[in-house]
């Protein structure tokens, strides 16, 4: 009998916490649909709370404030990255990776310019957000660095530079992107990411012969 009560207990636990994350999950998606229409700043816990069907009480429940919702979002980014990573330990190129996961990256934050700028300014002006994404930023560059890492035991990547070297050059490069797509006119952001992609494989692929750094040249 008493192995039974805590059967059903531990079931009744794990529905718990699973409605607990349903509802989680719920409130992120409603704020991620807002903040792409209207911007962080714009967007009212209400409106959140409205959208996802839950109440304001609710709401605080889950996030201290709107956001704290951003914390999901840069925990979602190292969730990106760590599943390219794994990806990665089995496959026989790291191209096709590496590409893969930086549309995956994109499509988180990028939903629009509008969400995109608003998103880098509250990041910048909340100490406590910039820990948080300055820590998730080295998590994800970690996490990058075993697939540079593979791709160099592959013999598809250069190996003169160290991993965590290439993915920092990656990150920069990714990033700087999506900043400059959010702050300039309607364009097609996965062919800017494609394009931006190009150059930097070419930077960090193998090539045959030695290769020169910009300070040996003249």
Not at 162 to 180: D, K, S, V, Y
Request: hydrophobic share 45%; net charge positive.
């Amino acid at each position: 009998m008493v192995k039974t009560e805590n059967i059903t207990e531990n079931q009744s636990e794990t529905r718990r916490e699973r409605r607990k994350e349903e509802t989680r999950s719920q409130i992120f998606q409603a704020a991620m649909r807002l903040f792409e229409r209207k911007g962080v700043f714009n967007t009212t816990v209400e409106e959140i709370a409205a959208s996802a069907d839950v109440a304001k009480g609710t709401f605080f429940n889950y996030f201290p404030s709107k956001e704290a919702i951003l914390t999901k979002l840069a925990d979602r980014q190292v969730g990106v990255i760590k599943k390219a990573a794994d990806e990665a330990k089995d496959a026989p190129s790291m191209r096709a990776i590496l590409i893969s996961m930086a549309h995956d990256l994109a499509a988180g934050p990028a939903r629009s310019q509008m969400m995109l700028r608003s998103l880098l300014s509250v990041v910048l002006s909340a100490n406590l957000l910039r820990e948080v994404f300055q820590k998730n930023l080295e998590l994800g560059r970690q996490s990058m660095a075993t697939i540079m890492e593979r791709g160099q035991k592959l013999g598809e990547i250069r190996t003169d530079l160290a991993p965590l070297e290439l993915a920092r050059i990656f990150q920069h490069a990714m990033f700087g992107t999506l900043a400059i797509w959010a702050v300039g006119g309607p364009t097609d952001l996965s062919a800017w990411i494609d394009k931006t992609f190009d150059v930097v494989w070419c930077g960090i692929a193998a090539q045959s012969g030695p290769r020169v750094s910009s300070k040996e040249k003249v």
